[in-house]
């Protein structure tokens, strides 16, 4: 397997006030390409951290993160920026979808971003929509689709620009627990039929040992312990 996401002795220190905080203490973790990886702890463990920094939405305070083998830290602001739309998709508890929006609109803007031209646009969010199943409610916005369909259009909006890995963080945390294993269910299967690698923040360690390869545990900014599927 190649390795495609690493986390090299990376620490995260927010200060906060006249308070040091450490988020990340020497964290070191791989993700290999179409690996799925669950990140678990409790509250304040540092999993969101972790997860921002593999992002390029944080940079840590020391160590470094390798994306492909190369280093993160010598990106430029644009680099950082397109590394971000282009090769990382995102998606959070929170659905985020603009509210005067269809579904196919919300997707159709990540890839108008992308510099994605009309037609090309909308036959492209179409087909994102039908393979997260919505392909019935592409007109329909967000207070028209319930908490998973909401969801399964952010996904679709992160995987508009053809991500290698996709980021969540906590993507079933507003969600019941059958819309929740449907959800992973369908990233799962994203996985294992598209190579699409995924690391994944949550609390519901059932969820984690269903679906995902490998669970990262951490506790206090620190990796505690791996367990494997």
């Given amino acids: 397997m190649t390795t495609l996401l690493e986390a090299r002795e990376v620490s995260k220190v927010y200060q906060m006030g006249a308070t040091t905080v450490a988020a990340l203490d020497r964290v070191s973790v791989t993700v290999d390409a179409g690996e799925f990886v669950a990140i678990q702890g409790t509250s304040g463990s540092g999993k969101s951290t972790l997860l921002n920094v593999l992002g390029g939405l944080d940079h840590p305070t020391g ?31 929170g659905f985020n979808l603009i509210p005067t929006m269809s ?18 646009r909308k036959k492209r969010a179409e087909d994102l929509l039908g393979r997260v199943g ?27 620009n053809q991500p290698r890995v996709l980021l969540a963080d906590e993507p079933t945390g507003n969600l019941d627990s059958t819309r929740a294993h449907e959800l992973l269910a369908l990233l799962r299967a994203m ?39």
């Fill in 63 to 93: 160590g470094e993160i390798f994306f492909d083998s190369k280093p993160l830290a010598p990106l430029s602001k644009k680099a950082m920026a397109r590394y971000r739309r282009q090769s990382v998709g995102m998606i959070f508890q």
């Fill in 103 to 120: 579904a196919e609109e919300n997707v159709g803007l990540a890839l108008a971003f992308a510099g994605v031209r009309g037609g090309q």
């Fill in 134 to 160: 919505l392909a019935d409610r592409l007109t329909h916005r967000p207070t028209e689709l319930s908490g998973g369909e909401q969801q399964r259009v952010a996904i679709a909006r992160a995987l508009a």
């Fill in 191 to 229: 996985v294992d039929g598209d190579g699409l690698t995924i690391v994944m923040v949550t609390h519901d360690h059932e969820l984690a040992k269903t679906f995902a390869d490998r669970i990262v545990l951490m506790k206090d900014g620190r990796v505690a312990e791996l367990e494997t599927r």
